[in-house]
C-alpha cells in the first residue's frame, strides 16, 4: 500500500494521526480532543481536526478493511431507525456471528427493495458464501431471499436469536447521541463505514479472554492500526 501523505499540513503526521484516532476510536466530539490536545501543549482548533478525520478517516478504514481476515459465514441482519438531518432515515447493518461488521446501508425504506440492496452487496462484496442468514421478524428479508432463491439459508428469529446485530447498534448510538446525530446522509454513511473498520480492528471480547491473550489481541490491533496510518 502506498504511504499516506500529510504533506501541506502545518502540524506533524504524530499529531494527526493521534488525533484522528481520539475520534474514531473513543466516544469523544472534536471539542473534546482540542482540549485533551491542548494538554499536551498542541494547540489545535477542533475545525481542523474535524477536517483531519473527513480526510484520512476513510483512507486509514480502507485500508484496515483490507488487513482484515475473511469473516464468519454465519450472517445477522437487522435495521434501526436514525434521525438524520432531520429526517427519518433507516439504518441496514450485517454482522457475521462474532460481532464483526460485514456492511452497512443508509436507506430511506424499510422494505423488500431495501433489504435486498443489503442483500446483494453482502453477495458481491464478501469472500465467502453464507451458511445461514438470521434476522428479527421483518418480513421483507424472506421476500428478499426468495427473490435471490436463498430461502433455505433464513433463521428467522426474536430478539434473543439475533441478539448480535441488535448489540452491534449500540457504539453506534453511543456515538450518535453524543454528536446530537447525523446532519447529512453523507456524512452518516462516511462516519458509520469508517467506524466499523476501527470497531472491527480494536473490538476484543475481553471477558472471554485471559489476561495475556487480551495483551496479545491489543498488541495486534495497535499493530494494524500503525501500519494503517504509515
Excluded at 502506498?2 to 481520539?22: C, G, M, T, W, Y
Excluded at 484496515?64 to 437487522?78: E, I, N, Q, T, Y
Aim: aromatic share 8%; charged share 30%; with cysteine.
Amino acid at each position: 500500500m502506498k504511504l499516506l501523505s500529510f504533506s501541506h499540513h502545518r502540524f506533524p503526521a504524530d499529531v494527526i494521526r493521534h488525533a484522528v484516532r481520539l475520534y474514531v476510536r473513543f466516544s469523544l466530539n472534536f471539542r473534546d480532543i482540542e482540549e485533551l490536545m491542548a494538554r499536551r501543549w498542541i494547540e489545535v482548533r477542533y475545525e481542523t481536526i474535524r477536517c483531519w478525520t473527513i480526510k484520512f478517516g476513510p483512507l486509514i478504514a480502507r485500508r484496515l478493511k483490507k488487513r482484515r481476515g475473511a469473516p464468519s459465514p454465519r450472517w445477522h441482519l437487522d435495521e434501526v431507525v436514525c434521525n438524520i438531518g432531520g429526517k427519518r432515515m433507516f439504518l441496514w447493518r450485517a454482522v457475521d456471528d462474532e460481532g464483526e461488521v460485514l456492511d452497512l446501508l443508509v436507506q430511506r425504506r424499510r422494505d423488500t427493495e431495501a433489504a435486498l440492496r443489503l442483500l446483494r452487496r453482502l453477495l458481491h462484496n464478501q469472500p465467502a458464501e453464507p451458511q445461514s442468514i438470521t434476522t428479527d421478524g421483518l418480513l421483507s428479508y424472506g421476500a428478499a431471499l426468495d427473490r435471490l432463491e436463498l430461502r433455505h439459508l433464513h433463521r428467522p428469529g426474536c430478539l434473543r436469536e439475533n441478539s448480535r446485530s441488535e448489540n452491534a447498534h449500540l457504539p453506534i448510538r453511543r456515538r450518535e447521541r453524543q454528536q446530537q446525530w447525523f446532519k447529512s446522509q453523507a456524512s452518516a454513511r462516511r462516519f458509520l463505514t469508517t467506524h466499523a473498520a476501527i470497531y472491527n480492528t480494536f473490538s476484543i471480547q475481553r471477558h472471554l479472554i485471559s489476561r495475556p491473550t487480551l495483551r496479545r489481541f491489543r498488541a495486534e490491533a495497535d499493530a494494524a492500526w500503525a501500519t494503517a496510518v504509515a
